[in-house]
Each structure stands twice: as structure tokens, then as C-alpha cells.
């Protein structure tokens, strides 16, 4: 993978993620790529806007994990209430009924907490939510090097024509021509998969000049029925990369990491709990690949598979990921699909496809036990082996809801023992726990943004999703102090979310 790389080839697969992370099925991403493509040709865009509404449609959603967390606390699945709150109008009262119909909803006794939760949050608890994909969703499409229209464009996703609703309140011309198309593109394929074309014809035109741009409204409204139709029919891997405009966007193979970066810390952001959790298992597996002696283009594929191989993760709601207790049986079957997910996002696409089998088996086992194969020895290659072997031993390090860190001495002692009753492979256990024990330790250096070291334990505590309050307590200074050191914080970073604070820590490697 030394050449040059199609981009679209990737970020289409991977906007699957960005679809189960959404609560939509796979595939509404790269069909509303499609529409809103072929409506900016409509319109007579010069074809680099084109680009910006083909990069900004694909990936509307990229920041789709940022708000996991507080969704979670506040309405319970999150997944479930995105996908409602997507499509509906919350400036009408049925709107507002049907949003809080899907509070706590399947909680049973514990509903009422979500409901006086979500009361309490308000107005402010939404625009909260809104800026925070939006934040997050901008700054990995900068790390992409999409360029600054696409990057202000994801800013202003959650804008609408009016002005009602929104992160930051822009309205009309002050949203970037690249938003508009993606948001009218991306209702039109929700509600066309809910009630067919007339439902999406029937929408445009009741959101005409409120939500959309009333010129790309008209513009689907003469057109729209062909196109749908046409969409229903197509081949949408094909054809989505068909309509690229030119020149093909490609990219570096070496560059190929860090686009697998991006994605592993958004599926990374969707609980505190595992904020750095992929590049951490990469970091492990490509250290023990080495010690190994495994081949260049052995540790490359086992690295990239590593920071992907939890992609799956967004497809199971918060509620399953942040339950202090043990899981039910209908939350176990979800939680073994997981590895599934990450297959099928990571075979759909050419580059990614030899890293998908890998990083589907990560939670394989030796002696059968594991999941979603249930493959066991030589029926699992060593990549795979020592990919489940780092996962293991990384997660063991990391607090979980239902059970706080273990120290490396301690996840030493229960890796070993698992690999003694059959579980890991005594090779890859031996290699992950050496790469493990000499990684260097942090030296003293000058903190990113200016931040302090005081600045920088705030930080860490603020990522994982704790309160000024909490911080505070945590940290031994008064509510006050943590309160001024957040703000210092967020001003320095150019963040006003902890979601974006935590995507800023994980991007500078704070949290280890």
C-alpha cells in the first residue's frame, strides 16, 4: 500500500459506521453522497463546490460518537433517539411529544430519571449535543485535509435555513453552500426509506425556505422523483465512486494511517471509558508484531487493523457499552455483533479489505470460546491472535463501568492465567506483555496549546466525562479553580464540548 490511495474509497466505507452510529441502516451516507451530488450538478455548481458537497455529505455524520455519552445519561439509547431527532421538526409541539415519546423508553422503573434528565437539560442540553458533533465532526475532517470549505460545512450540519434550530444559530446565506445540499439530501433519503418518494417530495416541500435553501429545494422538487428512482436501482459502491468529480481525490499510502486514526478515535469517543482505547491496542499489537518478527507488511496491516478493529463498537447503544451491571442476554447477542460490524464496514472497501478478517476476530479465542466466528487454533491467524491478545491486555488497563483499572502487574498476572486455560496464544500473550512493560515513560515537555501540567490533569479528568464538581474532588482544588481551568481549557484548545476536549487529548496523546 506504498501508491496512492483513492480517498473516496475509503471514506465511503467507512461512513457505514457513521450510519449505525446514527441508528440508520448502512448505506443512507453514501446514497445521500449521491443525491446531493447529482443536485449540485443540477444547480450548475463549478464542480470544486461540487467536491465540498460530495465530501460533506459523505461524512455529515463524522462526529456522530461526540455526543454519545451525555445522550446516554440523558435519554438512554441514544442510537434510537438520534435517528428520531434526525428527521423531526422539535419547534412543533408533536415534534417535541414525539422526541420525548423516546425517552428512557425500554428502561422500565429508570424512565423517570431519563425524563426529568432531559427536562432539566432543556434548550441549552440540545445546542450542547448539536455543538458537539459539529465540533468534533470539523476538526476530523481537518485532520482528513478535506480542505476548509468541507471542514466549515461540517461545522454548520446541524444548521437549518431559518435559523429555528441549530448548533450555532446561522441561517440563509451564512450556511455554507456544501451544508445545504447535505442536509436536504440526507432528510430526503430518511424519509424515503420510511415512506417512499411521495414522504420525501411531501417533506421538501413542507421544509422549503424553513429548513432548506429554497433554490436547492425547487431543484429537488423538479427533479427529485427521477432521481430516487434511479437510486433505488443503482449499484451504490459503483456509482458513488463514479461520480467523484475529477481529479480523483488520492492520497499517500502512508497516509492511510492516519485516516485509520480519525476513524478510531470516533469510535473511541463514544464513552469516556475508552477514550484512546484503539491507538493503544495498535500501539501494543505493532510492538509485540515487532518482537515477533513479523514481516513490514505484516505489522502495517496488523497496525491498521488494530486502530480499526472496533469500528462495530457505535452500532451498540450506549446503555449496552456504560452498564455498571452484568448484561442481559439481548444485550450479549449485540455486543458479540460488534466484530461483525467491523468486518463487513472494513471488506467493503478495496484498501481496507485485507485488514477486515483480522480485525473481525479480535475477540476469537484458541480454545473456541470467543465470538462472532467462534473459530478456535490454527483456524485463527497470528495476526488475528495477537490483535485479541492486545485488545485483552489494553482493556484491562482502562477503567469500565463495571469495574475500575487493573495495573499492568495485575492485567500481567490474568492474561497469563487466561492464556494457561487456553484462551490466547503463549507467543503473542509473551510479546504483548514485553511490549507492554518497556514502553518509555512520559518525559516532561512542553504541553500543546500552551496548556499547563495543572491544565493538562484537568484535562484528562474532564475527558472522561466528570463534572467541575468531580474534577475538583478528584483533584484535590476547589470547584472554583476547576471551574476557571476548564474554561482556560476550552479557550486555549478552541473547544467549547468535552467531547471536542477529549478528541484534543486523544489527538495529542494526553490520556496515557
Known amino acids: 500500500m506504498d501508491g496512492d490511495l483513492r480517498l473516496a474509497d475509503l471514506l465511503a466505507a467507512l461512513s457505514v459506521a457513521t450510519d449505525l452510529g446514527m441508528g440508520h441502516e ?21 464542480e470544486p463546490q461540487v467536491r465540498d458537497v460530495y465530501y460533506t455529505s459523505m461524512l455529515q455524520h463524522l462526529g456522530c460518537t461526540a455526543p454519545a455519552h451525555e445522550l446516554t445519561y440523558m435519554v438512554g439509547d441514544e442510537r434510537s433517539f438520534l435517528a428520531q431527532a434526525e428527521r423531526t421538526d422539535d419547534t412543533t409541539l408533536r415534534g417535541s411529544l414525539e422526541l420525548m415519546g423516546l425517552v428512557g423508553q425500554g428502561s422500565g422503573v429508570r424512565r423517570p430519571q431519563y425524563l426529568t434528565r432531559m427536562l ?16 468534533v465532526g470539523s476538526r476530523m475532517a481537518e485532520r482528513l485535509h478535506l480542505g476548509d470549505r468541507v471542514v466549515a460545512a461540517l461545522r454548520s450540519s446541524t444548521e437549518v435555513w431559518n435559523g429555528g434550530t441549530g448548533a450555532f444559530g446561522h441561517a440563509g446565506e451564512a450556511i455554507p453552500v456544501p451544508a445545504r445540499f447535505a442536509l436536504l439530501s440526507s432528510q430526503v433519503v430518511i424519509f424515503d426509506r420510511l415512506g417512499g418518494p411521495d414522504a420525501a417530495i411531501a417533506m421538501v416541500r413542507e421544509r422549503a425556505g424553513r429548513w432548506f435553501d429554497p433554490e436547492v429545494a425547487d431543484t429537488f422538487l423538479r427533479t427529485g422523483r427521477d432521481l430516487l428512482h434511479h437510486l433505488a436501482g443503482a449499484d451504490l459502491w459503483s456509482e458513488v465512486l ?81 452498564q455498571p451491571g452484568p448484561l442481559t442476554a439481548t444485550q450479549w447477542e449485540q455486543v458479540r455483533l460488534h466484530p461483525y460490524h467491523t468486518e463487513r464496514i472494513l471488506d467493503r472497501s478495496e484498501v481496507l479489505a485485507p485488514m477486515a478478517r483480522i480485525a473481525g476476530m479480535h475477540h476469537e479465542r484458541l ?47 490474568t ?25 518509555p515513560a512520559r518525559r516532561e515537555r512542553a504541553w500543546p496549546a500552551g496548556l499547563t501540567d495543572r491544565e493538562v490533569d484537568v484535562l484528562r479528568v474532564l475527558a472522561r466525562g466528570a463534572s467541575n464538581r468531580e474534577i475538583a474532588e478528584e483533584l484535590v482544588i476547589s470547584r472554583r479553580t476547576a471551574e476557571h481551568h476548564v474554561q482556560h481549557i476550552y479557550a486555549k484548545i478552541a473547544a467549547s464540548t ?15
Open 26 to 46: 448502512p448505506e443512507k451516507a453514501v446514497c445521500a453522497c449521491l443525491l446531493a451530488t447529482e443536485l449540485a450538478r443540477t444547480c450548475d455548481l463549478p
Open 120 to 135: 432539566a437539560a432543556g434548550k441549552d442540553g440540545g445546542t450542547t449535543i448539536m455543538r458537539a458533533t459539529c465540533e
Open 242 to 322: 463514479a461520480v467523484e468529480p475529477a481529479p480523483n481525490r488520492l492520497i499517500p499510502g502512508s497516509q492511510l494511517d492516519e485516516v485509520a486514526r480519525v476513524f478510531a478515535d470516533m469510535v473511541d469517543l463514544k464513552t469516556p471509558f475508552t477514550l484512546g482505547h484503539s491507538s493503544g491496542v495498535a500501539e501494543l499489537a505493532t510492538s509485540a508484531a515487532e518482537r515477533l518478527g513479523f514481516s513490514t507488511d505484516q505489522v502495517t496491516t496488523l497496525r491498521r487493523a488494530a486502530l480499526l478493529h472496533d469500528l462495530g463498537r457505535v452500532a451498540v447503544s450506549g446503555v449496552v457499552w456504560e
Open 367 to 413: 480454545d473456541g470460546t470467543g465470538y462472532h466466528h467462534r473459530l478456535s487454533g490454527p483456524a485463527i491467524p497470528v495476526e488475528a491472535r495477537l490483535l485479541a491478545t492486545a485488545d485483552a491486555f489494553q482493556a484491562m488497563t482502562q477503567d469500565r463501568p463495571h469495574r475500575t483499572a487493573l495495573s499492568p502487574e495485575q492485567a500481567t498476572e
Open 415 to 439: 492474561l497469563e492465567a487466561a492464556t494457561a486455560a487456553g484462551g490466547f496464544d503463549v507467543e503473542c500473550t509473551r510479546a504483548v506483555i514485553e511490549a507492554a512493560g518497556q514502553r
Open 498 to 512: 468535552r467531547a471536542a476536549a477529549a478528541l484534543f487529548a486523544m489527538e495529542h496523546g494526553l490520556l496515557r
